[in-house]
């Protein structure tokens, strides 16, 4: 089962944005590849992509682990690209 998560950029680059989720991959051990238009992350039984349109980020979770609630990983993500 897929989720879609949406994040309105507000004030924030893309450039800065995607700098902030490699670093925070990398962190936690996920491998992350992507540019400012388009990326996939995944690692750590978590897999996704996402896509930067205007002023919004749309993040696409493909697979979790069935232990971990919706709320964390949504949670996490939020992390990931604030």
């Given amino acids: 089962m897929s989720k879609i998560i949406t994040i309105k950029l507000a004030d924030r680059s893309p450039e800065h ?12 051990g996920l491998n992350f590849t992507g540019d400012v238009n388009t990326g996939h992350f995944h690692g750590r039984g978590l897999e996704g992509r996402y896509h930067i349109h205007g002023d919004h980020l749309r ?11 919706w709320s964390l990983v949504e949670t996490t993500i939020h992390q990931f690209f604030a």
């Fill in 17 to 28: 944005l995607v700098g902030k989720a490699r670093n925070q991959a990398g962190q936690n």
């Fill in 59 to 69: 993040i696409t979770i493909l697979r979790k682990p069935l232990i971990l609630p």
